[in-house]
Nanobody
Framework: VQLQASGGGLVQAGGSLRLSCAAS????????MGWFRQAPGKEREFVAA???????????YYADSVKGRFTISKDNAKNTAYLQMNSLKPEDAAVYYC??????????????????WGQGTLVTVSS
């Protein structure tokens, strides 16, 4: 199983980026796909996660710090999750990691519960 993250880069404050996380080797239709981030000198923190319930019902979860600015989505046909980041702030700068867990167990924001991780993608926000 591999998670391939991409889409990071340098953007000015107020700008937008879209991150992608392509999964291969298995699907996570019964679990979660999510994003965490880690800034220098800080702990890894939850950003957003998405789970599927039924054929076309999705639930999205966000950290308070990104609500209203970030949107997580998922394309099951491509087995890929996306994180659309708008109105970026300098404090959003970090290495962003995609993660997945096979089964939803009622929680979504603890990094220790995710069994699959992609490599990080760096997001830099200039002020």
């Amino acid at each position: 199983v591999q998670l391939q993250a991409s889409g990071g880069g340098l953007v000015q404050a107020g700008g937008s980026l879209r991150l992608s996380c392509a999964a291969s080797g298995r699907t996570f239709s019964n679990g979660l796909m999510g994003w965490f981030r880690q800034a220098p000198g800080k702990e890894r923190e939850f950003v957003a996660a998405i789970r599927q319930s039924g054929s076309n019902i999705y639930y999205a979860y966000y950290a308070d710090s990104v609500k209203g600015r970030f949107t997580i989505s998922k394309d099951n046909a491509k087995n890929t999750a996306y994180l659309q980041m708008n109105s970026l702030k300098p404090e959003d700068a970090a290495v962003y990691y995609c993660a997945a867990k096979a089964y939803y167990t009622g929680t979504y924001d603890s990094s220790t519960e995710y069994g699959y991780w992609g490599q990080g993608t760096l997001v830099t926000v200039s002020s």
